[in-house]
């Protein structure tokens, strides 16, 4: 599976470690930046990430920024991408679950490396479900795009 991953200056570590950790596990992992820790704007990067995710260049996307607000709202406009902003394991599962998210986000500010790590994983590791009620409320929610 590949992965596009993007981030502002404020998550340029969070984001390097998660880089790591995914390629140990196998994945190949498109980095749409940053690459350095001067002030970028997360539009940009996070930007990148999800547009590679709707244009089927990578499976599924993974964006970061300090809070992961920031970088969750850019998702979400790109249409086709459905971006969930987590900050623990149990929400990561029922996203995948229920809204078969393609993207999720992280605030390198509010999660600490460890947890980031497991939610990546419980995140990348739950398939959807495929249940009729989910996938009507998804095809719901795709409809809204402009």
Known sequence: MKIAIGCDHGALDMKNKVVAHLQKKGFEVL????????????PDFCGAAAKAVAAGECEKGIVLCTTGIGASIVANKVDGVRCALLHETWSA??????????VMALGAGVVGENLA????????????SGDERHQRRIDKVMALEG
Do not use: A, P, Q
Request: some cysteine; hydrophobic content about 25%.
């Open 31 to 42: 980095d749409c930046g940053t690459h350095t820790k001067d002030s970028c704007d997360y």
């Open 93 to 102: 599962k029922m996203t995948r679950l229920h809204n078969d998210t393609n």
């Open 117 to 128: 790590l497991e939610i990546v994983d419980t995140w990348l590791g739950t398939e959807f």
